[in-house]
């Protein structure tokens, strides 16, 4: 089959890439647009975890673990989730007070169609660490979508 191909192609019948490579799918990527949710503060959630939460029921019960110990509870942030959904990466306990978690990009890939959340630990440079543990984390809202989301963390420990 390649002989004839490369015959072919060099009796101007056909191109080789016509042949090999049109008929792969291109990937397509579009940037997703996202917002920090605030108000920031060290989580209550001790164990790392990647969540995509798409409904309210799911939204009251993770930022109530998320908030716990905090006196007086913040309040639930309001999400429409008819529009709108969250993205949350919790690190789980570590024993350096200076990490911290930033999400750098969202994608939206149309082969496979799935989106692509990436994310960073990241040390503050500027700021005197104290002592203790922390369970780094942060929640993004965006574009409500019932695509797959998939998570990449990107190479940890960038100094800010």
């Known amino acids: 089959m390649a002989i ?13 890439s016509l042949l090999f490579f049109d008929d792969l799918p291109q990937d397509h990527v579009q940037v997703l647009p996202f917002q920090k949710i605030s108000p920031t503060f ?10 995509v ?9 993770l930022w109530r673990e998320h908030t716990a110990g905090i006196l007086p509870s913040p309040p639930l942030p309001p ?7 969250v993205i949350g990466v919790f ?23 799935r989106i692509e959340v990436n994310f960073r630990e990241i040390l503050a440079s500027n700021s005197t660490c104290a002592t203790g ?5 942060t929640l993004v809202v965006l574009t409500y979508s019932f695509l797959p989301v998939e998570f990449f963390q990107k190479n940890p420990m960038q100094i800010l």
């Open 4 to 16: 004839a191909c490369l015959f072919l192609a060099g009796c101007g019948g056909a191109s080789i």
């Open 42 to 51: 060290d989580s209550a959630i001790g164990a790392q975890r990647l969540v």
């Open 53 to 61: 939460i798409r409904d309210i029921v799911a939204w009251d019960a």
């Open 79 to 85: 999400i429409n989730f008819s529009q709108n959904m």
């Open 91 to 113: 690190l789980g306990r570590g024993s350096n007070a200076c990490k911290d978690v930033k999400i750098e990009s969202i994608l939206e890939h149309t082969r496979p169609h």
């Open 133 to 137: 543990l922390r369970n780094p984390s």
